[in-house]
């Protein structure tokens, strides 16, 4: 099974930047699907990026399109989640998880049940 450990998180203004990290532990990295979720307090788990096994394909949303670039490097056991404009209602713990299920990089990638694997979180709080 897969491990993964999110990094990168931390108190920062609005219009600031953070790049979110994941490194996945194994030697199958590039079978998975990855991506990033976020909850705020109070709220459900919500969908933010992913990316195919390749890299090639993204998907976002709407909510984040513009500022968060979802990157990989397959060679690294890694996934990032570049986060620019940062405003406070992007304040969540954000989660990364894997997935090597679906046969397509499709809608259902947007979906917490499609996940197989999930890190602990890493915080991110965007003060005023």
């Known amino acids: 099974q897969v491990q993964l450990v999110e990094s990168g998180g931390g108190l920062v203004q609005a219009g600031d930047s953070l790049r979110l990290s994941c490194t996945a532990s194994?030697?199958?990295?590039?079978?998975?699907?990855m991506g990033w979720f976020r909850q705020a307090p109070g709220k459900e788990r919500e969908f933010v990026a992913a990316?195919?096994?390749?890299?090639?394909?993204?998907r976002y949303a709407d909510s984040v399109k513009g500022r968060f670039t979802i990157s990989r490097d397959n060679a690294k056991n890694t996934v990032y989640l570049q986060m620019n404009s940062l405003d406070p209602e992007d304040t969540a713990l954000y989660y990364c998880?894997?997935?090597?299920?679906?046969?397509?990089?499709?809608?259902?990638?947007?979906?917490?049940?499609?996940?197989?694997?999930w890190g602990q979180g890493t915080q991110v709080t965007v003060s005023s």
């Open positions: 990316i195919s096994r390749g890299g090639p394909s993204t």
């Open positions: 998880a894997a997935t090597n299920s679906p046969g397509f990089f499709a809608a259902i990638v947007t979906t917490t049940v499609v996940y197989d694997y």
């Open positions: 194994g030697r199958t990295f590039s079978s998975y699907i």
